[in-house]
């Protein structure tokens, strides 16, 4: 299994401001995204965090509201940018490695606009 | 549409009570099936997966799943619930070859002891 960190592990912030969560694993992996879950909804897939090159949304994400880095095969940060309580949910960093058929989670944000 | 959906959203049992979570989903293509766990404070962790080959398939801590293609369903079960069972339960599908998931909304299950 991979061992992801994620920070923070929560966070309550002002409206307009921005957030960057990072994600750390313990291995280097092929694959890496971000997913949110809004209070009582599904995980929805964010985008996929490319390694040297811009990360692919999904369908209602974009790069200026969500922007993701991802300098290496370790390590993606997300950041939420101007933030409105709409933005208020869990943040998850998720990994995939080539040979896995499954892929793992980290603990995740939860993030609180006020 | 791509969607999975589980139709409890919360479910509360005695102990030693058997589970049935039901997962249905829509998909236009090849899927790999998943049950995902997230105990209280804890990530989420695989509970049991399927790609092909035997419908039935056996998970951690007890945990079965059976794959019915016609009714495009996954649905889990246990024969005997445990207070440790206490969690939230997500059913997944993954496109083959598409490393994303489609979740559903999750079941919170209460084991009460």
């Not at chain 1, 994600?23 to 985008?47: H, K, N």
């Not at chain 2, 919360?10 to 997962?23: D, K, N, Q, R, Y």
């Not at chain 2, 804890?42 to 998970?59: E, I, R």
């Not at chain 2, 016609?70 to 889990?76: G, Q, V």
Request: proline residues 4%; glycine residues 8%.
């Amino acid at each position: 299994s991979a061992v992801i960190s994620q920070k923070p592990s929560r966070d309550i912030c002002q409206r307009g401001t921005s957030l960057t969560i990072q994600c750390q694993v313990d291995s280097q992996v092929t694959m890496m995204f971000w997913y949110r879950q809004q209070p009582g909804q599904s995980l929805t897939l964010i985008a996929t965090a490319n390694q040297g090159s811009e990360a692919t949304y999904e369908s209602g994400f974009v790069i200026d509201k969500f922007p993701i880095s991802r300098p290496n095969l370790t390590f993606s940060t997300l950041t939420v940018s101007n933030m409105s309580p709409e933005d208020s949910s869990i943040y998850l960093c998720s990994v995939h490695r080539r040979l896995d058929t499954e892929a793992f989670f980290g603990q995740g944000t939860r993030l609180t606009v006020v | 549409a791509q969607s999975v959906s589980q139709h409890n959203h919360h479910v509360i049992l005695s102990e030693a009570a058997s589970l049935e979570l039901g997962c249905n989903y829509s998909y236009g293509g090849t899927v790999n099936l998943f049950w995902y766990v997230q105990y209280p404070g804890q990530h989420l962790q695989l509970l049991l997966k399927y790609f092909s080959g035997d419908p039935l398939v056996k998970g951690i801590k007890g945990f079965e799943a059976e794959f019915i293609k016609s009714k495009f369903s996954f649905n889990l079960r246990k024969p005997s619930v445990q207070w440790s069972d206490t969690a939230e339960y997500f059913c997944a599908v993954m496109g083959f070859g598409t490393y994303k998931y489609i979740f559903g909304t999750g079941t919170r299950l209460k084991v009460l002891a």
